[in-house]
């Protein structure tokens, strides 16, 4: 089921599952572990499983690396450096793919469990398709695919584009994903959260980047990254997006405008998930209710 020029065809196979139900017992899950991480929940953690299931992706390869073929679920996968830390997602993850192992892929568990974790969190709502399949081995991307948080925005533009991102307003969007979550310095040699309010989704990193006072550092690890006398962080390739002035400029409506990067950070997201996949039109465009909104 492989079309080089436009992408792996979705899968009809599971298309009477209801997928609000997978949706809900995600995003119970993340209320069930709200514990996790000193109470920041599993929210952000699933969201960079989602990321991390799609972010290997390359358009000049097209039909590999992206979500599609769920390879995040292979060990040898999983234990790409950049993926510290995810194993904990995954796992969490095992039990609701048992429950609909019959109905479900696992890319579409993964990248469901993003948008889960976005609209979860105060995010706006993604449109989703399923279609994804379970690959063999052989689809894996080779390791080492992910970016280098030291990278320049040189780096970062040029990344973004790997994955077909071609416009920065998409590019600074996406990264605004870190304004939930933390790092770990046992994960990816960097410590901290960005901001304050690390289980809601706003526009809080823009905010951040653009007020407050940064200080480079060298950390524990012995790795740089910029600190403020609250305790929030930024990488290198975060602090891109003011060093290049038209990053700049879309931070700065960002932070104004928290509409504007929902709007942006949504078609984007769903982009970035569905990167490599070619839908036929009957395949419908889901939008799922937040278990606040179903009153549960
Ligand atoms: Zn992240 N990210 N990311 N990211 N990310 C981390 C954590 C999280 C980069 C990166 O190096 C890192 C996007 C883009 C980029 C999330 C979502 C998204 C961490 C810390 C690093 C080092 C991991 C740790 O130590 O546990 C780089 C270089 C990026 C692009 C240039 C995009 C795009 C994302 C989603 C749309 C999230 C939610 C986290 C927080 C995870 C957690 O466990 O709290």
Known sequence: NTVETTGFKASQQFKSTNYQNVYNDIAQ????????????GCGPVLLRLAWHASGQFDVSQNVRGGAYNGTLRFDKELNDPSNAGLGY???L?????????????HGDLFTLAGVVAVQEMGGP????????????IETMPENGRLPDA???????????????????????ALIGAHCVGKTHLKNSGFEGPWGAATNMFTNEFFRNLLNEKW??????????????????????SDMALVQDGSFK???QKFAEDEQAFFTVFSSAFSKLIENGIYFEKSTPILYFKTLDEQDL
């Open 150 to 172: 030291n990278g320049d925005a040189g780096y970062v533009r040029k990344f973004f584009k790997r994955l077909d991102f071609l416009k920065d307003e998409e590019t600074v």
């Open 125 to 136: 709502k993604i449109p989703w398709r399923y279609g994804r399949v379970d690959g063999d």
């Open 93 to 105: 993850l095992k039990p609701i793919y048992k429950k609909y192992s019959d109905q479900l892929s």
């Open 29 to 40: 899950l993340i209320r069930d572990n709200e514990e996790h991480d000193d109470y920041i």
């Open 249 to 251: 400029k879309i931070v």
């Open 215 to 236: 200080n480079l550092e060298t950390n524990d690890a012995g790795n740089k990254q910029y600190n403020n006398d609250k305790g929030y962080m930024m990488l290198p």
């Open 89 to 91: 997602a995954y796992n």
